[in-house]
């Protein structure tokens, strides 16, 4: 079967090579047939060993596929079902703390992709019967790939702020993340959507997925257009997809009383926070990582009620070097979804 690897050929991220496909299966285990599969900066990452050192292994964590064998013991799931499972997100213990209060994420024991071997981009996977979630027949499957990374996340970090309809959030970050959190924020949330970036293209984007407000953070004043929108009130809510640090600081500066900053990119760097102003104006600052199986059945239901609309394009399995390389070389604007079904 066909698998995309990490690789260390000069000048290659990874390969699409050939290994065996799995055959032995667990009782509380299925046996996916991946259908199709989309290339998120995670894998770029993954491949290259920037988290530690370089394992070589298939790359792949946002993927729909479909059951072709089931365990002895799985009785949920049937030969024919189209699956997906949480972005990387393959098992958790079900009883230590975090899995009791729905963090499964945070599980003492959790088994990402990466640990456990493999990822999705290859052509059969065994997967656990619990952390597979079922898809309706009809469903876009290129869209649901995205809702299982982009969607989950941005979903879960609206979630967490409990936002009221009507609230004011600013998005700083307008990329595939960025893209996404626009429609869950209007669509599923009902809140007013500013949208912060600094591509023009990306913000006229954000204008069409329906941001109230879109502000270029490197050519106009974020400040005083975020003051001017809310009337001096400040955000209720700034998300931060973007491994930008200064918009961090722009975000955290922007907020008005009782306002949360939910951070979701990942700069490494710091955050200086004023703790008179934290108390005074009751602020909080949140990380938010993926999401639960929960989280993702939740995300699932705004594609399925066409509250979503995720932007790709899908291109076969065998460019999946070609597309790892132009994101390596940061000419990637668009996210990719590869077809495993042919
Ligand atoms: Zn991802
Ligand atoms: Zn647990």
């Given at each position: ?59 792949g964590h ?26 990387g997100?393959r ?20 088994i990402f992709t990466g640990a456990r071997?493999y990822g999705t ?222």
């Amino acid at each position: 079967m066909r698998a995309v690897f990490s690789s260390d050929k000069p000048g290659k991220v990874v390969e699409l090579i050939n290994v065996e496909k799995p055959t032995k299966i667990g009782d509380d285990e299925v046996l996916v047939k991946t259908l199709y599969c989309s290339l998120c900066h995670s894998d770029l990452s993954s491949a290259k060993g920037e988290w530690g050192s370089k394992v070589y292994r298939s790359v792949g964590h946002e993927s729909v596929g479909e059951v072709v064998e089931v365990g002895a013991k799985v009785s949920d799931l049937k030969v024919g079902d189209y699956v997906a499972g949480p972005a990387g997100l393959r098992g958790a213990c079900g009883e230590c703390k975090y899995c009791k209060r729905g963090e499964e994420v945070f599980c003492d024991e959790v088994i990402f992709t990466g640990a456990r071997g493999y990822g999705t981009m290859q052509d059969y996977t065994v997967e656990k019967a619990k952390f597979s979630i079922k898809l309706p027949k009809d469903v876009n499957l290129p869209q649901a790939c995205i809702i299982t990374c982009a969607g989950i996340t941005v979903y879960k970090g609206f979630k967490l702020a409990n936002p009221i309809a009507g609230d004011t959030v600013a998005i700083f970050g307008i990329g595939g993340l960025g893209n996404v959190a626009i429609e869950y924020a209007k669509n599923v949330f009902g809140m007013k959507v500013i949208a912060v970036g600094s591509n023009e293209g990306s913000l006229q984007i954000a204008k069409e997925k329906g941001a109230d407000l879109v502000i270029n953070w490197k050519t106009q004043d974020v400040d005083k257009m975020i003051q001017d929108f809310t009337n001096n009130q400040g955000l209720d809510l700034a998300m931060v997809t973007s491994s930008t640090l200064p918009q961090f600081e722009m975000a955290y500066r922007n907020l008005g009383k009782i306002g949360k900053l939910c951070s979701i990119g990942l700069p490494v760097g710091k955050l200086p926070v004023d703790i008179l102003d934290v108390t005074l104006g009751q602020k909080t600052v949140y990380g938010s990582l993926i999401g639960t199986r929960q989280d993702l059945i939740e995300s699932l239901q705004a594609l399925y009620d066409k509250k979503v609309n995720p932007d790709l394009r899908v291109e076969p399995i065998e460019k999946a070097e070609e597309f790892f390389e132009l994101m390596d070389q940061n000419k990637l604007h668009q996210r990719i979804v590869f077809d495993l079904t042919k």
